[in-house]
């Protein structure tokens, strides 16, 4: 048996050390490294009172450096960390020390930090409410299907760039170039706020690059954009799902926008019937008018006979809110691989390139289509003077636009719009 108060000097005389007699703890030192200890502490004491052998720690004792104060910081367990391990490790301590960093400040600082959620929240509740209700909506869902799941429970002062890089690396592997990009700087807003906070001490993303982005030209022709609408009546989704696809395409609009339209956003009677998109759901921050032709009308009302009662035109299943803007997005991503939409490499936003496109084409010229887009005008008339909201000639364009879908989707004939001619040839 191991006699109280000999030094350490093997993993022998670790495993034989036992705790004094009549003691809850003893502390036995390590031959030739003072300040390092193996702590034993009694787990139970039997029915006479005898303390039983329990566990086995690694404890090092050190001055701080501030105020030359003793402390004492836990190195790991015996015999996960063996005698050897527990010598560099306490080697390691004191080089630490001698840099003026306080282990024990340090171990205590990380457990009392928040995780990258909690940081994350607060930052959605504090900075991000200020966003446009679509940006809001877009920040959640990065975080949710993105971000949180791979480094949410971490702490945040202990997230490295690899843990940063998994988050990007795992969006890359998708394909998804540019949502990678999205992620990467929704992560490194949040990091620069946590520092200026003192949440956090350094960005992981800082030296982390963007994925070089190729803006997206893809644009329908008028074969695929008919094999897509008759391909929707069968496709394996929703009815609003597919009523929303379709209004994306004829209105121009995003499909986030909508996905949150509100009843009271609609004024369906009388002669300029109009879709409204508030300042607080509109990506850009500005409230837009959408001028809506008999096509748009009618999937609309479609819509309005499938939501019920409540006040959203395309409900989620408990009828409390809108549905998840991205939920059309997520529909058509699953049925990109077995091309069950009938057109290759289709994705939501190439509509509202291709209706774009298609209005160019039938004569409008580059100022009404941003007006129907809602891009934000440029130069000091447009922001501050000229306040029309040029409802007529984005009527003309969209319903321009609609009665050529019409012809495409065979609901009208060529000769009841003129000399129509295909705009895009194709399949």
Same mark, same amino acid.
């Given at each position: 048996?191991?006699?109280?108060?000999?030094?350490?000097?093997?993993?022998?005389?670790?495993?034989?050390?036992?705790?004094?007699?009549?003691?809850?703890?003893?502390?036995?030192?390590?031959?030739?490294?003072?300040?390092?200890?193996?702590?034993?502490?009694?787990?139970?004491?039997?029915?006479?009172?005898?303390?039983?052998?329990?566990?086995?720690?690694?404890?090092?004792?050190?001055?701080?450096?501030?105020?030359?104060?003793?402390?004492?910081?836990?190195?790991g367990p015996y015999p996960a960390v063996s005698l050897a391990d527990a010598r560099q490790r306490f080697r390691d301590l004191q080089n630490d020390v001698?840099?003026?960093?306080?282990?024990?400040?340090?171990?205590?600082? *990380?457990?009392?930090?928040?995780?990258?959620?909690?940081?994350?929240?607060?930052?959605?509740?504090?900075?991000?409410?200020?966003?446009?209700?679509?940006?809001?909506?877009?920040?959640?869902?990065?975080?949710?299907?993105?971000?949180?799941?791979?480094?949410?429970?971490?702490?945040?002062?202990?997230?490295?760039?690899?843990?940063?890089?998994?988050?990007?690396?795992?969006?890359?592997?998708?394909?998804?170039?540019?949502?990678?990009?999205?992620?990467?700087?929704?992560?490194?807003?949040?990091?620069?706020?946590?520092?200026?906070?003192?949440?956090?001490?350094?960005?992981?993303?800082?030296?982390?690059?963007?994925?070089?982005?190729? !803006?997206?030209?893809?644009?329908?022709?008028?074969?695929?954009?008919?094999?897509?609408?008759?391909?929707?009546?069968?496709?394996?989704?929703?009815?609003?799902?597919?009523?929303?696809? *379709?209004?994306?395409?004829?209105?121009?609009?995003?499909?986030?926008?909508?996905?949150?339209?509100?009843?009271?956003?609609?004024?369906?009677?009388?002669?300029?019937?109009?879709?409204?998109?508030?300042?607080?759901?509109?990506?850009?921050?500005?409230?837009? *008018?959408?001028?809506?032709?008999?096509?748009?009308?009618?999937?609309?009302?479609?819509?309005?006979?499938?939501?019920?009662?409540?006040?959203?035109?395309? !409900?989620?299943?408990?009828?409390?809110?809108?549905?998840?803007?991205?939920?059309?997005? *997520?529909?058509?991503?699953?049925?990109?691989?077995?091309?069950?939409?009938?057109?290759?490499?289709?994705?939501?936003?190439?509509?509202?390139?291709?209706?774009?496109?298609?209005?160019?084409?039938?004569?409008?010229?580059?100022?009404?289509?941003?007006?129907?887009?809602?891009?934000?005008?440029?130069?000091?008339?447009?922001?501050?003077?000229?306040?029309?909201?040029?409802?007529?000639?984005?009527?003309?364009?969209?319903?321009?636009?609609?009665?050529?879908?019409?012809?495409?989707?065979?609901?009208?004939?060529?000769?009841?719009?003129?000399?129509?001619?295909?705009?895009?040839?194709?399949?």
């Amino acid at each position: 048996m191991l006699k109280p108060k000999t030094r350490l000097k093997s993993d022998k005389c670790c495993q034989n050390a036992k705790l004094d007699p009549g003691s809850r703890q003893t502390d036995i030192a390590v031959a030739d490294t003072p300040g390092l200890s193996l702590r034993l502490t009694c787990d139970w004491v039997d029915k006479r009172g005898k303390p039983r052998p329990g566990s086995k720690t690694w404890t090092a004792r050190y001055r701080r450096h501030s105020d030359g104060r003793q402390r004492r910081a836990t190195i790991g367990p015996y015999p996960a960390v063996s005698l050897a391990d527990a010598r560099q490790r306490f080697r390691d301590l004191q080089n630490d020390v001698s840099t003026g960093i306080d282990p024990v400040a340090v171990k205590q600082a *990380r457990r009392g930090a928040g995780t990258f959620k909690d940081v994350a929240d607060n930052w959605m509740r504090r900075i991000g409410k200020d966003k446009a209700t679509a940006s809001q909506n877009d920040d959640r869902h990065l975080l949710d299907m993105n971000i949180l799941p791979v480094i949410g429970d971490l702490k945040i002062k202990e997230i490295d760039r690899r843990d940063a890089e998994r988050v990007v690396d795992a969006v890359i592997d998708r394909g998804a170039l540019v949502r990678a990009n999205r992620t990467l700087t929704l992560m490194r807003t949040i990091f620069r706020w946590a520092i200026k906070r003192g949440e956090c001490i350094g960005d992981p993303t800082a030296s982390i690059d963007k994925n070089k982005e190729e !803006p997206r030209d893809r644009v329908l022709t008028d074969g695929e954009l008919r094999t897509l609408w008759d391909k929707l009546d069968t496709a394996p989704m929703s009815d609003g799902t597919r009523v929303m696809i *379709r209004l994306a395409a004829v209105t121009a609009q995003r499909i986030g926008e909508v996905a949150t339209i509100a009843k009271t956003d609609l004024a369906l009677d009388g002669l300029t019937p109009v879709w409204t998109i508030p300042a607080a759901r509109a990506k850009n921050g500005k409230e837009h *008018r959408v001028p809506l032709s008999p096509l748009a009308i009618s999937l609309m009302e479609r819509a309005l006979s499938l939501a019920g009662d409540g006040l959203w035109v395309f !409900p989620n299943p408990s009828n409390e809110g809108p549905v998840d803007p991205h939920a059309a997005t *997520r529909a058509v991503s699953r049925m990109r691989k077995s091309n069950k939409l009938g057109v290759k490499d289709f994705r939501i936003h190439d509509l509202r390139r291709t209706a774009a496109t298609g209005m160019g084409d039938l004569g409008q010229d580059d100022f009404t289509i941003g007006l129907v887009l809602n891009h934000s005008g440029k130069g000091v008339t447009r922001r501050v003077y000229n306040k029309s909201n040029y409802d007529a000639p984005k009527r003309l364009a969209l319903e321009a636009w609609a009665r050529h879908v019409e012809v495409i989707i065979g609901l009208r004939a060529p000769t009841d719009v003129g000399n129509v001619v295909p705009i895009r040839k194709g399949a």
